[in-house]
């Protein structure tokens, strides 16, 4: 079963995947954070970079887009592949952020299922006419949720999807309303599971897996699935892919390595040290509940106000702690 680091915004661009990938791997795929699709068929300045193929040496990568665009979203498709090589596109179809659903994307595509069997039967229409004779388009996959209001959406939404099959669908077993809290919901979701294996559409599961337990309790119950998508379990434990494929747990000194080398090719690559700060701390914070026994250190962290400090911060704070479950 293949892991694949989910992609966040502003926390897993291509400099964190590619330390990641190379100081504890285990992941199979990463996503790029969602390129939002617009009328003038251009990626900005830091899209760009952020796809780029030099950029993502050695790293599987997965562009994501976001749209509500059935135009548009052909043709992305025809773009990256065409410009930057890209054999799958994932379209996002799960984003809860109020800014996004206010737009009637992410998971706001999932408030009307009109619209959304709409989009799709545009979507066929448009890659047709994008793609000229003999041109290769990327597999599509969808990142979705089982409803918008309530779980009890998901059939609809099944059908939708069942109707205008894609490769794969990555589905995170929440409505859009509970945002990330709450439980998951695995009776909607193994329906789905069980519809879309069955119609030979991969399934990939995604939500709430922080440790090992977690994924062998996902893995035992859906033997079928394609693979699982972790985010915020990775940003605590960037080894957590690795010790689930029989690899070890990060310890201090490993952790502490990966962090600097964070540290320093942020400062590299953004000019302003307040900027490195709040990306690094952002980043730390993931990992807060696995250390124990030097509070004051990460108060100390999180209160420096230079990268120098910061970094003095960070090795006393990671070396002093005690790691419990990385």
Do not use: W
Not at 64 to 87: C, D, F, P, V, W
Not at 185 to 210: C, P, S, W
Not at 234 to 260: C, F, H, W
């Amino acid at each position: 079963m293949e892991i694949y680091f989910a992609p966040m915004e502003g926390m897993t661009p291509s400099l964190l995947r590619n330390m990641h990938s190379s100081y504890f791997g285990g992941c199979d795929k990463y996503f790029t954070p969602f390129i939002s699709t617009n009328e003038n068929y251009l990626l900005n300045h830091k899209e760009q970079r952020d796809v780029a193929p030099e950029n993502n040496s050695g790293v599987c990568l997965v562009p994501q887009i976001i749209s509500n665009s059935a135009h548009q979203t052909a043709e992305y498709l025809y773009l990256m592949y065409e410009k930057y090589g890209y054999r799958e596109v994932n379209i996002n179809m799960g984003c809860p952020s109020g800014c996004v659903v206010s737009k009637g994307k992410g998971s706001g595509m999932l408030r009307d299922p009109g619209k959304l069997e709409d989009f799709f039967m545009e979507l066929e229409k448009e890659i047709r006419a994008v793609r000229p004779e003999g041109t290769f388009l990327p597999d599509v996959s969808i990142k979705t949720r089982i409803g918008f209001s309530s779980e009890d959406e998901y059939r609809k939404i099944m059908e939708i999807f069942l109707a205008h099959p894609v490769r794969q669908i990555i589905i995170h077993p929440r409505s859009r309303t509970q945002m990330y809290q709450g439980q998951v919901h695995l009776k909607e979701f193994g329906e789905m599971y069980e519809a879309f294996t069955n119609a030979g559409i991969g399934v990939v599961y995604n939500g709430d897996i922080r440790t090992l337990e977690d994924y062998e309790k996902i893995a035992e119950a859906f033997p079928k699935l394609d693979g699982v998508m972790i985010g915020r379990g990775l940003l605590r434990n960037p080894s957590l892919a690795r010790y689930i494929k029989g690899g070890k747990q990060a310890d201090n000194e490993e952790y502490l390595t990966y962090m600097e080398a964070i540290l320093d090719g942020y400062c590299e690559r953004i000019p302003s040290e307040k900027n490195v700060l709040a990306k690094v701390k952002d980043l730390i914070s993931f990992a807060k509940d696995a250390f124990s026994g030097y509070d004051k250190g990460f108060r100390d962290m999180c209160k420096a106000d230079s990268v120098e400090s910061f970094r003095v911060c960070m090795r006393q704070y990671i070396r002093n702690s005690e790691l419990n479950g990385l």
